[in-house]
C-alpha cells in the first residue's frame, strides 16, 4: 500500500438537509463530488437560496480538478453556478444530469467557459491519482450514478441518493452486481445516503404509483391537471404514457414542467408520438375529457402556474367544477401552509383534489432508501469503514446506530458533520482537523449578491418588534439642538405609537439636556445615550423591544 | 313544532386551523360553545396569539347569555380571558376544563368577577330556551364532553373534539348509549369535529402507547426524561403509574407540566402514593436508573425546560450521555425545525432520543377520530342535517362529502365558514347571511395589546428588504436645505449599502434641486417625490425594494 493519506472534507449536507458537497484530497489533487443548494429557512428573511461556503477549494483553487455530479437535483446541482463562478473546473456528469446544469449555466452566462463531460455507467474515467466508476442507481429521476472512486489507497464508494427501485418504470435497474463486486474485493469505505433512515422497511417502487393513476384515469370525466416535481421523470413519462392510452392530450403548462420534460423528450426519456402534445393556448379548443395538463407547482409556490390557476389567475390553465387536479408528491415539511392554502382554493372551485393523505395505493413514493434498503447495500458493500452522509444530524446519528449494529458487515461506523476532515491511510481512519464551512446566503437570484449575518440579524430584529427612530438635529457650529423628532414603523397600533412618541420625546429632550457639552460633541456617545434611555422607557411602557436607531443630521 | 329560527354562527375554527368559536341563536338568546385561540402563522410577525373576532357578540351583548366548554385545550379555551374581558357571562365546564380555565383567569385578573358552573356528563342544565344535555366523550385529555343542544325545534349535537376510544386508560368510556338515543329519537342536526377527517380506517386507543412505554421503562438503565403535552393526562398518569412500578422516582420539570399535573392531581385523576414526587433539585440525590423527568416542550418551544436541557441549560434537568429521552407527542407541523433542533442537541449529548418516527408501537397516538370513527357517529345520530365543524377548509369539504355518500345516514350535507350563518327553522336549514368575523392578533401575552394589520403589514416589509430612511432638515425660515442624510438597516452589506447611500445622496439632492418652491413648502409632496425617486433608483441598481421612510425635519 502506497505511503499517502486520502482526505475525505464534506463542504455541505452532514449536518444540515441540501446544499451536499463533498471534497476528497490526494495529496495536491481535490475532486468535488455535487454542490447542491439549500432553500432557505423562513427565519433566513429575504434570502432566497444558501449554497456552500467553498472557502477551502478556493484556498487550493490550483489543486482543485474536478466537479463530479451523481445526479440532477438541486440540492447536488443548484450551487454550480457559484461554484464554477469561483473555481473553473471541469464538470463530470450523466447525459441527463448535463443537461439540467446547462440551463443554469446559460442563465448565468457561464455555458461558454465550462467543459462538461458526459459520463457513462461502468465506464471508467481518471483524474490524477482517482479512477472514478459510475454505478447505475435507482432514484426519483433518471440517469443517477453512485461513484466508486478506485484512490491509492483502495476503493472508497459514494452512494449518491438512491433507493433500491426492483421494479424502475425505465427498466434501467439498480446495479447490484457492480456494488457486489465492489464488496467482494474489498471496499475501504462505504459513504451512504441518509435522509430516509428513519423509515423502516422498504421505500415501494416508483411503479407503485402507476395503480392509483390508472384508477385517476378511469375514473375522471373531465379536464385532469397533475402537478409533480419538474424534475420526476418517471411521474411525468407515465402520465403522458396515460394520457396517450386514455386519448387526452398533453399541455405542459409553468416554465418548470415545461423546461424539464423538453429535456427529457429531447434526451429520449420520454417518447410521445406527434400530435400528442398541445400548446397551453389550445387547451380551451378540446373537450375536457380530452385534455390532460401537467403544471408546475406541487409546493404552494405563490408564482407558480398552478398556485396561479388555484385563484382562476392562469391565462391558459383554468380550472372549472368537477376537474379533477393531482397533486403527485411529498409536502416538504415548512411548505404546509402555502400547499394547503393552494388546496383550500382548489376545493373551492369545486375541483377534485388528490394529494399524498397517507391512503393506499399512494400518489407519491419516495426517491430514498429505507432501513431495509440501506442494509442490503452495506451488507454487499462490506466496507472497513461506514460514513453516514445527507442528512441532519439525527438522521446521521441513527444511520451510524444502525451501521454499528451490523457486525459481520462493517469494520468500523464513523461519523463526520460538514468541515470536519476524516483521514484514511495505511494505519486507519479517524477525524483529523477542521476546515472553514459554512452558509452562503444569496438573494434575488443574483449570484454575486451575497446577504450578510448582520443584515439577517437586522431583518429580523425589524421584523419582531418594528424600529423606532429618534432623530436629532444639532447645528455643528453652536452644538445646539434645532430640533428632534421620533419616527416609528411596525411598532404599534398608530395610536399607541403617536402616544410613545409624544412621551419619547420628551424622554430624548431629558437626555440631551442633561448631556455634558463634552458628551454633546461625541455623537456616538449622544446616540447611545437617547438608545438606551429611549429603550428603558419603551420597554417599560409597552413590553416590546424595537430595533432603536437614533440619527443625528448636522446643520 | 313552534314558529321561530334557530341560527348557528361559527366565528372561528371553520375553515381555519384553531380558535373554535359558534354561537347558537334562538330569538334574543345566544349561547357560545368554546372560545380558542390559535397559535400564529410565522407570517404574522411578531404576534403571540390569535383570538376570534367577537364583534357580532358583543353587538349583540345583552343576548348572550352563556359560554359552554367541551374540554380543555388551547383551541377551545385559549381565548376566554379576551371573551371575557369584552362579555362577563356564565361559564359552563366539566370539573376539569373549568380547572384548566381558573389558571388562564388568575393570570389576567379576572377570576374573581367570573361565574364558573361545573357541568356532569348527562346532567342536563338549562339556558332560557336551551337545555344542554353534556355527553362523555373520549380525547387526548380528560373530562372531555359532546353537547346535545335541546332547541324549540328539536336537538342538535356538537361533537367538541373527540376520538371513539374502546379502551380509554380512565375507564371513562365513550358515551355511544346517549349518541344512540338520541339517533332513535331524531336528531336535527350534527356538528362533527373534522380534525382527523384525511385518514382512514380508526385512530389507535390511547392504550396503543403503553406498549411502547413498557419497552422503554424496560430497556432504560439510566435516567429516563418523557416530554409530552402538558394537557395529555391520560399520558402523564401512565407514565408516573409505570415510574412506581419500576421504582422510579418522579420530578416534574416546566411550568405547563407542573400546573397540569397538580390540577390532575388535586381532582383525583392521577393518583400519587407518598414519596414518589420529589422536587427537581433532589434529581441529583437519586441514581439515575431511579429516577423519571416529565418534562415540558414537546414542541421544541425555545425557553422550555426541554430545549434547556438539551443545550445543557438547565439548573435541575441535566441530560447525561446514556440517558433517554422520549418526545410522547406530535410533531405539529410547522414546528418540524424546532423540534428537530432539540432532537439534534439531545443525539448530541449523547442521549438516546425516541420520538415519532412512524415506528410501531406507537410513542404517540392522535386524539381526533378518523374516518371510521367519524361514520360511526353518524349512523348513530341520522341527523337530518350534517355540518363539519372544526377544520381547514379541505377538511370540512371532505368531511362533507363523507357524509354526502352515507345517504341511509344522513338527510342533507351542507358546509358552512366561520362567519357564515346557518338557520333552521320549520321549513329546514339554509345559509342566510354573514356576520363579521376575523382574527384578532395579540402581542406580547397582554390582552388589550392588538397588534393592527397595518403593523404586520409593515413589519413584514421591513424583514423582506430592510429599510433606507433619507432624512432632510429644512429650515422653515428659509425654507432651504440644512442637510440631508440616508441611514440604512436590514437592507445590504456594509460596503453596498455604502455605495447605494452616497449615490443616493445624490439622487435625493437632485430631487430636491428641482423641485419647485411651491412642492418644497408641502412637505408631503416633498417626502413621496423622494421616496418615488430613491425607489426607482435602489430597485434599478440592487433589485431589492425596501421600505423607504422620507423623513423630513423642520428646524
Known amino acids: 500500500m502506497p505511503s499517502g493519506k486520502l482526505q475525505v472534507i464534506p463542504l455541505g449536507g452532514l449536518g444540515e438537509f441540501g446544499m451536499n458537497c463533498m471534497a476528497f484530497r490526494w495529496a495536491d489533487d481535490i475532486i468535488v463530488i455535487d454542490c447542491g443548494l439549500m432553500f432557505p429557512e423562513s427565519e433566513l428573511l429575504g434570502v432566497d437560496i444558501v449554497v456552500p461556503d467553498l472557502k477551502y477549494l478556493i484556498e487550493h483553487r490550483d489543486k482543485v480538478k474536478a466537479l463530479i455530479l451523481t445526479h440532477g437535483h438541486e440540492d447536488h ?66 440517469d443517477c450514478v453512485a461513484l466508486a472512486i478506485h484512490t491509492p489507497i483502495g476503493v472508497v464508494i459514494h452512494t449518491g441518493d438512491f ?12 446495479d447490484l452486481h457492480a456494488f457486489a463486486e465492489y464488496g467482494k474485493e474489498g471496499v475501504l469505505a462505504l459513504f451512504q445516503d441518509s435522509t430516509n433512515v428513519e423509515r423502516s422497511g422498504y421505500t415501494p417502487s416508483e411503479r407503485a404509483v402507476r ?100 385563484v382562476d389567475n392562469h391565462k391558459h390553465a383554468r380550472i372549472e367544477a368537477g376537474d379533477t387536479v393531482v397533486l403527485s408528491s411529498r409536502i416538504i415539511p415548512g411548505n404546509e401552509k402555502a400547499i394547503y392554502r393552494v388546496i383550500d382554493h382548489l376545493f373551492r372551485r369545486e375541483a377534485n383534489v388528490i394529494y ?8 407519491h413514493v419516495s426517491g430514498h432508501a429505507s432501513q431495509e434498503e440501506l442494509r442490503l447495500i452495506i451488507n454487499l458493500v462490506k466496507p472497513r469503514y461506514f460514513i453516514p452522509i445527507h442528512g441532519e444530524y439525527r438522521q446521521l446519528r441513527r444511520h451510524l446506530e444502525l451501521a454499528k449494529s451490523m457486525h459481520g458487515a462493517v469494520g468500523h461506523a464513523m ?53 423606532v427612530l ?33 412621551q419619547g420625546h420628551d424622554v430624548m429632550a431629558k437626555t ?13 456617545v449622544v446616540k447611545e445615550k ?21 440619527v443625528i443630521l448636522e446643520i
Open 77 to 142: 446541482i443548484g450551487g454550480i453556478p457559484w461554484f464554477l463562478s469561483e473555481l473553473n473546473v471541469p464538470v463530470y456528469g450523466t447525459e441527463f444530469t448535463l443537461a439540467m446544469v446547462e440551463g443554469k449555466l446559460e442563465e448565468h452566462g457561464l455555458l461558454d467557459d465550462t467543459e462538461l463531460n458526459e459520463i457513462k455507467p461502468g465506464e471508467r474515467f481518471r483524474i490524477g491519482p482517482f479512477t472514478v466508476n459510475p454505478i447505475r442507481v435507482t432514484h426519483s429521476l433518471v
Open 530 to 550: 437617547i438608545r438606551q434611555d429611549l429603550k428603558r422607557f419603551i420597554v417599560k411602557s409597552t413590553a416590546r423591544r424595537p430595533m432603536i436607531l437614533p
Open 356 to 363: 399524498d393523505d397517507g391512503s393506499w395505493p399512494p400518489i
Open 211 to 310: 395503480t392509483k393513476f390508472e384508477e385517476i384515469f378511469h375514473r375522471t370525466k373531465r379536464r385532469l391537471f397533475i402537478s409533480c416535481f419538474s424534475s420526476s421523470t418517471h411521474r411525468i413519462k407515465l402520465a403522458i404514457e396515460m394520457a396517450q392510452q386514455h386519448h387526452r392530450k398533453v399541455a405542459l403548462v409553468g416554465r418548470s414542467m415545461n423546461d424539464s420534460t423538453e429535456i427529457a423528450l429531447d434526451l429520449g426519456y420520454v417518447d410521445v408520438p406527434d400530435g400528442l402534445l398541445i400548446h397551453p393556448g389550445q387547451i380551451k379548443d378540446f373537450p375536457p375529457e380530452k385534455v390532460l395538463v401537467m403544471i408546475s407547482g406541487t409546493q404552494g409556490e405563490p408564482m407558480s402556474a398552478l398556485s396561479r390557476a388555484a
Open 470 to 502: 429618534p432623530i436629532v438635529a444639532i447645528n455643528k457650529l453652536t452644538g445646539e439642538i434645532e430640533s428632534a423628532e421620533i419616527v416609528t414603523r411596525g411598532f404599534a397600533s398608530e395610536a399607541v405609537a403617536a402616544d410613545i412618541t409624544a
Open 415 to 467: 461519523m463526520i458533520e460538514s468541515g470536519e476532515i476524516l483521514e484514511l491511510d495505511e494505519l486507519g481512519a479517524r477525524k483529523n482537523g477542521k476546515v472553514a464551512v459554512g452558509r452562503v446566503c444569496i438573494d434575488s437570484g443574483s449570484m454575486g449578491d451575497v446577504v450578510e449575518d448582520l443584515v439577517i440579524k437586522d431583518r429580523r430584529h425589524l421584523s419582531e418588534d418594528g424600529i
Open 163 to 174: 433507493k433500491v427501485d426492483p421494479t424502475p418504470t425505465d427498466n434501467q435497474l439498480f
Open 512 to 524: 440631551l439636556r442633561e448631556s455634558s457639552s463634552e458628551e454633546m460633541r461625541d455623537y456616538g
